[in-house]
Structures are given as C-alpha cells and as structure tokens.
C-alpha cells in the first residue's frame, strides 16, 4: 500500500521560511520523480515543483522559482520543499505525490502565510 506523508506546514510571517517533507512508503521511492502541489481554497492546484527521480533534475513555476527548493533523500524515501521569502499567496495545502497516473496522493500539510 503505498502512503505519502507529508509535514512541516504551518502558521509563519511574511518573509519567513518553512520546510516541508514527504514521507513515501509502499513504493520504489528511487524510481519515481517526484511533485509538489498546492492548492489554495476556491482554486485550482497548482504544480510548485518537480524532482528527478535521482535529484538531477528540477523544474519550479514562475511564482516560486528563486523562493522554493526541491529536494529529495533516496536513501530515507523523503521528499523536501525548502520555502523561503514566503508570501501570503502560498496560503495553501501542499501535497507531493510521484510523477504517476496512479491515484496516490497524502493527506497534505497547510501553509499558513499572515502577519
């Protein structure tokens, strides 16, 4: 049974940083490339960032490129979002999920970004 865990959200000022982590169990993590999504209430989710599945390759969207880091450890099955110089506007769940049509997604973790 494949399970995707992620962490790290939570409440933070503008300006501030916050790491996310993905926990994938139930699958060859090494195999997969992996995404990081969001999706903020009353709107679409958004794609934020790509991984390789060997951490070569990275691809970011425009509204975090410079802010955000994509990163993975193989050896734990964990996938990272570095997110720093937040904005209010990346107020959303995030959730991380391989590059994959299977239906496999987590629970997510909420962004909160407020003064």
């Known amino acids: 049974q494949v399970r995707l865990v992620e962490s790290g959200g939570g409440l933070v000022q503008p300006g501030g940083s916050l790491r996310l982590s993905c926990q994938v169990s139930g699958l060859t993590f090494r195999m997969y490339d992996m995404i990081w999504y969001r999706q903020a209430p009353g709107k679409e989710r958004e794609l934020v960032a790509t991984?390789?599945?060997?951490?070569?390759?990275?691809t970011y969207a425009d509204s975090v490129k410079g802010r955000f880091t994509i990163s993975r450890d193989n050896a734990n099955n964990t996938a990272y979002l570095q997110m720093n110089s937040l904005k209010p506007e990346d107020t959303a769940t995030y959730y991380c999920?391989?590059?994959?049509?299977?239906?496999?997604w987590g629970q997510g973790t909420q962004v909160t970004v407020a003064s």
């Open positions: 999920k391989p590059r994959t049509s299977d239906p496999w």
């Open positions: 991984i390789g599945n060997q951490g070569h390759r990275t």
